[in-house]
């Protein structure tokens, strides 16, 4: 990649937005900085939600709350960089490196830091391990960001993984669509395309980010066949409102991204100034269900603390379930419906 595509230190970043760099070295000394001068962009377009996702912030050292790894991922671990969680599916962390590395990050303990060690031996260790479990039958690769390796590299492991014939479902989690779209590349599209069936999950959190490019990027997948969803994060600040989430939803729709996931923002060290409460999440899906597309609307959930999984934070629509149901319409009218089978 071009040495200009990233700001990557304090002093250009403060350079860059017209701000003291003191506090950019303090948070920089503990947590990993990178911005694509594509992002920074948009960031001078569009301003604080962006802003936000991606500037370091003081407020990340002064937060003691939560958990360095708040997901239990290190314990989940039988081989460095790989997660296993559920029985039939696996997280696979195949890169260390993103192309911007975002403020409230799940991994922030270690994307983007020396001591997160991705290598050819952990590679094999997870294809060996993944190998040796054949009730793995969905494998997500993530990091970091796959994107972010040479397009041979990402090839030779989607090859490996393609050996495994346990393995069913190929996965991959990539935020470049949205923070370096001129990534994705025909090269890059028609490499992936040899690995059916594949689907990837990608990461806008703010309409603002769907911008011509993304859409392109986007566009490029899907029409290698692809079926694209995306991974929101619910950020205080950046997409709490519903009719943020609205626009999101509908615009990624439109670029042939079915939402999947709203997370709740998880019990991240150095990223407590991004939570909401779940009642901000869960009136956000109201505002969602029923009244737009079905094909907008994704599954709010938290991601268990300790490793518990991913759980849905639905509205609760139903009043009472005996003999008869009672629920309320996504107008909030009430409504019910015999719960009996005839003789
Ligand atoms: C999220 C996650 C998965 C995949 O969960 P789905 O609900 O199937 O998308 C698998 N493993 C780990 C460790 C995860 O965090
Ligand atoms: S792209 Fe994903 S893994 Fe990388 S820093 Fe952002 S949230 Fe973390």
Redesign the pocket.
Known sequence: MPSNTFVATPKQLAEALGIPREPLEAVHAVYPLRISRYYLDLIKKTGLPLWKQAVPDVLELEDESGLVDP?D?EN?SPVPCL?H??PD???FLVCSECAMYCRFCTRKRKVGKADMVVNDATIAAGLAYLQRTPTIS?V?LSGGDPFMLPIARLDQILTSLRAIPSIATIRIGTRVPCTLPSRVTARLAAMLKKHHPLYINTHFNHPAEITPEAERACARLADAGIPLGCQTVLLRGVNDSPEIMRQLMYRLVQIRVKPYYLFQADLTRGAGHFRTTVDTGVAIMRSLIGHISGMAVPTYAL?APGGGG?IPLTPNYIAKLGETLDFSTYKQLPCSYPNTILP
């Open positions: 997901l991922e989940l997660v969680k559920y599916r696996a997280l969905d997500l991601d991913k």
